[in-house]
């Protein structure tokens, strides 16, 4: 069974630019998180979208959005890029139905210049 | 989500066993002790949870106090690739975690 795939897997951006990160759940799954990791603030969800509706949502600006497509694939984009949203964004699969564990992707590695 | 309490840094002898504790001292009913592991630079990976009861599989035990207020997670060998940080998280569903520090575990030949 094919994990949870991200792509692209490093990104370079200028400061004001806007990117969008992709991820592929596992088949199957309905239930796809994204979370933002950092030095400094360490691993922080950012939303969670289930069966195409956002159902969760961090603490994050408005310039951070996402949707879910009918496959469950997952896009999240940021826009205005700043210096300090270099991170590797991350995101988690699941059946997101109860309890059972998260599966994650190897991250896109996001560096703004 | 239930908040937890973890040492900071860890070494360990390959070979040897690993006991990592975590402190959750807020935990309520409903909630599963769950620990995921980071390779450097790496998506989180899954390592074991558990409700009450000791559960055991190829990668690691989990021991929980019958309070429920802490937990163990035990590397029976350790070994070089063991080395990543641990997290220790409690939560009652798959799809927003919360994640603290973690315990940066450091395996020494």
């Known amino acids: 069974k094919a994990g949870v795939t991200q792509t692209p897997r490093y990104l370079i951006k200028t400061r004001g630019q806007q990117v969008t990160l992709s991820c592929s759940p596992i088949?199957?799954?309905?239930?796809v998180s994204w979370y933002q990791q950092t030095p400094g603030q360490g691993l922080q969800f950012l939303f969670e979208?289930?069966?195409?509706?956002?159902?969760n949502k961090g603490n994050f600006p408005g310039r951070f959005s996402g949707r879910q497509f009918s496959n469950s694939r997952s896009e999240m984009n940021v826009s205005t890029l700043e210096l300090g949203d270099s991170a590797l964004y991350l995101c988690?699969?699941?059946?997101?139905?109860?309890?059972?564990?998260?599966?994650f992707g190897q991250g896109t590695r996001l560096t703004v210049v | 989500d239930a908040k937890t309490t973890q040492p900071p840094s860890m070494d360990c002898a390959e070979g040897r066993a690993a006991n990592l504790p975590c402190n959750h001292s807020?935990?309520?009913?409903?909630?599963?002790v769950y620990w995921y592991r980071q390779i450097h630079s790496q998506g989180p990976q899954y390592i074991i949870h558990?409700?009450?009861n000791n559960e055991t599989n190829e990668m690691a035990s989990l021991i929980i106090t019958e309070d429920r207020k802490s937990s163990t997670l035990i590397l029976p060998h350790a070994t070089l690739r063991d080395t990543a940080v641990y997290y220790c998280?409690?939560?009652?569903?798959?799809?927003?975690?919360?994640f603290g520090a973690g315990t940066t575990v450091t395996v020494r030949a």
């Open positions: 998280i409690v939560h009652s569903n798959d799809y927003k975690l919360s």
């Open positions: 979208y289930f069966s195409e509706t956002q159902r």
């Open positions: 807020t935990i309520s009913g409903n909630e599963y």
């Open positions: 988690a699969s699941g059946p997101g139905q109860g309890n059972t564990e998260a599966f």
């Open positions: 558990g409700l009450k």
């Open positions: 088949s199957g799954h309905r239930s």
